[in-house]
């Protein structure tokens, strides 16, 4: 069964930075494309941040610069790092397992909130 469980979501002020991480389970983790999501109160759910199976990534440009998506295959975990952080970014943060047939999965979220 596909697991994918976030931590490192919490409170922080403007500026500030955090590190999300996301334990994979379940299938082969380093076969597959992995994006990091976001979705705040009112809004859709956005990609932020993807990352092929060689490593290649892109970014949504509102956090261009300021955030790196990275994996290790060893640990089965994907990490967001998230620097020089804005209110905006405020919202829960989603790991997302990409697939080639059918819809792909989804962690339980982690909340990020940026606030003095």
């Known amino acids: 069964q596909v697991q994918l469980v976030e931590s490192g979501g919490g409170l922080v002020q403007p500026g500030g930075s955090l590190r999300l991480s996301c334990a994979a389970s379940g299938f082969t983790f380093s076969r597959h494309a992995m994006n990091w999501y976001r979705q705040a109160p009112g809004k859709q759910r956005e990609s932020v941040a993807t990352?092929?199976?060689?490593?290649?990534?892109n970014y949504a440009d509102s956090v261009k610069g300021r955030f790196t998506i990275s994996r290790d295959n060893a640990k089965n975990t994907l990490y967001l790092q998230m620097n020089s952080l804005k209110p905006e970014d405020t919202a829960v943060y989603y790991c997302?397992?990409?697939?080639?047939?059918?819809?792909?999965?989804w962690g339980q979220g982690t909340q990020v909130t940026v606030s003095s």
């Open positions: 997302y397992r990409r697939t080639m047939i059918g819809n792909g999965d």
């Open positions: 990352i092929s199976s060689r490593g290649d990534t």
